[in-house]
Antibody, heavy 118, light 112 residues
Framework: QVQLQESGPGLVKPSQTLSLTCTVS??????????WSWIRQHPGKGLEWIGY???????YYSPSLKSRISISLDTSDNQFSLKLSSVTAADTAVYYC??????????WGQGTQVTVSS | QSVLTQPPSASGTPGQRVTISCSGS????????VNWYQQLPGMAPTLLIY???QRPSGVPDRFSGSKSGTSASLAISGLQSEDEANYYC?????????????FGGGTKLTVL
């Protein structure tokens, strides 16, 4: 059974960098064909796809966040990570890591609440 | 403002059939398949329909999807109280910066 689990601080100060890690079990992030993704959901709002990383290391970032975002792979620990710099209150959201297989996201993490506040 | 357009709400009584629409453009729905997600309150979304009309194992056949041109629809027949949730459509988008996943704004389904 594939499982994804987000981890990281739930509170980040404005202007700092938000760092989250997704630990994958039951599947190897080195296996081909999947887009390891980050998605967020603002309070009471819809889903916003942030970006993905392919097993080759190729990445794609949302144009609206591209200047502040970085997604990386750690194949030795079977994890992938998100860094979002210069955060503001507008970055307060539930952050999900997920596995997009090209035909839909078949596995999601449970989500982690991140609040930006001083 | 979401790239894909969904009605913000829908409702029906138990046993009824309801449909939820999703409208896009040639760069997303028009040239790619559509997936639908169900998000129960306080939970992560789950895949409900993929590749326009395919159901993952475990999804009841009360749920069906279709696509025509740049629009797609999710239909739920024999509505049940446990279907009360938010529903999101999604598709790949062939943007100038590379392929990305775009979502609809979500439709809150209320079972009356």
């Amino acid at each position: 059974q594939v499982q994804l689990q987000e981890s990281g601080p739930g509170l980040v100060k404005p202007s700092q960098t938000l760092s989250l890690t997704c630990t994958v079990s039951g599947a190897s992030i080195s296996s081909g064909g999947y887009f390891w993704s980050w998605i967020r959901q603002h309070p009471g709002k819809g889903l916003e796809w942030i970006g993905y990383i392919y097993e080759s290391g190729d990445t794609y970032y949302s144009p609206s966040l591209k200047s502040r975002i970085s997604i990386s792979l750690d194949t030795s620990d079977n994890q992938f990570s998100l860094k979002l710099s210069s955060v503001t209150a507008a970055d307060t959201a539930v952050y999900y890591c997920a596995r997009e297989r090209g035909e839909g996201i078949d596995y999601w993490g449970q989500g982690t609440q991140v609040t930006v506040s001083s | 403002q979401s790239v894909l357009t969904q009605p913000p709400s829908a409702s029906g009584t138990p046993g009824q059939r309801v449909t939820i629409s999703c409208s896009g453009s040639s760069s997303n729905i028009g040239g790619n398949t559509v997936n639908w997600y169900q998000q129960l309150p306080g939970m992560a979304p789950t895949l409900l329909i993929y590749s326009n009309d395919q159901r993952p194992s475990g999804v009841p056949d009360r749920f069906s999807g279709s696509k025509s041109g740049t629009s797609a629809s999710l239909a739920i027949s024999g509505l049940q109280s446990e279907d009360e949730a938010n529903y999101y459509c999604a598709s790949w988008d062939d943007g100038l910066n590379g392929p990305s996943v775009v979502f609809g704004g979500g439709t809150k389904l209320t079972v009356l």
